[in-house]
């Protein structure tokens, strides 16, 4: 994967990330079958603080696995 598209899909994942923790995107997701879909099939039992939690957690692993894939270019492949 080229470093761009590496980046467009970091900036991507941070934009849906910031949705969900300071907007109110925990609150729209939660309880809905969408939750299921774009977090985890666990998440519709999730209240929004679960919600919230688990994002925290993916977007810190997130941003570690972005940096690695920033200086080692064969971490990007999928």
Do not use: H, K, N
């Not at 761009?4 to 849906?16: G, P, Q, R």
């Not at 299921?36 to 692993?61: D, K, N, Q, T």
């Amino acid at each position: 994967m080229s470093l761009v598209a590496w980046l467009a899909l970091y900036a991507i994942e941070s934009l849906f990330f910031y949705w969900v923790y300071y907007r109110d995107g925990a609150e729209q997701l939660e309880g809905t079958l969408a939750s299921g879909c774009l977090l985890s099939f666990f998440a519709p039992r999730w209240s929004a603080e679960g919600i919230r939690l688990f994002v925290s957690i993916a977007f810190a692993m997130s941003s570690v696995w972005f940096v690695v894939g920033l200086f080692v270019p064969a971490a990007r492949s999928w």
